[in-house]
Nanobody, 123 residues
Framework: QVQLAESGGGLVQAGGSLRLSCAASGRTFSRAAMGWFRQAPGKEREFVAAILWSTRYADSVKGRFTISRDSAKNTVYLQMNSLKPEDTAVYYC???????????????????WGQGTQVTVSS
């Protein structure tokens, strides 16, 4: 059974940093995209970043967030710097079942999801 477990969320002041982790179990994802999405209250889930052979970012986080992967640990990380109040959301880890070539930025392209971790940025 595939499971994705996020950790690292919390409360931070604007301008601060957090690092989210997503540990996968049940299979390896070294040849499939893994990514992060987020959902703020009253808003739709939106793409944040993803990694396969390269990386892809939402415009709103470019230059501030960095996604990385440790294949040996089957874990993906999201380093978030210069956090803003508008980054407040539940952050979800996601993974594809099979790589599709391009790095997708739509939630329907991902097959596995974690339970989410709350990130709150105070002003």
């Amino acid at each position: 059974q595939v499971q994705l477990a996020e950790s690292g969320g919390g409360l931070v002041q604007a301008g601060g940093s957090l690092r989210l982790s997503c540990a996968a179990s049940g299979r390896t994802f070294s040849r499939a995209a893994m990514g992060w999405f987020r959902q703020a209250p009253g808003k739709e889930r939106e793409f944040v970043a993803a990694i396969l052979w390269s990386t892809r970012y939402a415009d709103s986080v470019k230059g501030r967030f960095t996604i990385s992967r440790d294949s040996a640990k089957n874990t993906v990380y999201l380093q978030m710097n210069s956090l803003k109040p508008e980054d407040t959301a539940v952050y979800y880890c996601a993974a594809q079942q099979v790589a599709s070539g391009l790095i997708p930025n739509t939630s329907r392209s991902y097959d596995y999801w974690g339970q989410g971790t709350q990130v709150t940025v105070s002003s």
